[in-house]
């Protein structure tokens, strides 16, 4: 069962679901230049940080094999990645960490981290408006 939906004016052209959480390649050509591979994650709250890891690291282990032309979910190179939701980030730093670096702590499969950017790099760490206070 997932936890999370999408809803996209453009067409969705698969979708995988990950422990809840949902990825989702979309085709944003017509809109920026490329497609997107969407994740909508909703992160187990609280003290629950082993789990949220695990989730992590799915989700960082999925978007590396994706970014694989060997692997049958695939996607196109340079496809943008946009990792969103309600991440409950509320323990262990690592879980941002495994996003923005690649570095997935679990390691269960002893396949390497990797950089999750298609330059080599890490992701950007986006930092969004707190939706409590109010916007001037």
Known sequence: MRDCQTISRYPIE?????????????????????????????????????????????????????????????????????????MNFVGDAQQLRTFVTGDISGQRDLRPDYEPDWDGSGLLDVISRHSAKRLS
């Open 14 to 86: 698969d979708s995988w679901g990950l422990d809840g959480n949902l990825v989702t390649l979309i085709d944003t050509t017509p809109a920026i230049g490329v497609k997107l591979l969407m994740v909508s994650a909703h992160l187990p709250c609280c003290e629950n940080d082993a789990t949220r890891q695990v989730e992590v690291d799915r989700i960082a282990a999925f978007i590396r094999d994706a970014k694989d032309p060997g692997v049958r979910s695939s996607i196109p190179e340079n496809t943008a990645i946009l990792i969103s939701g309600d």
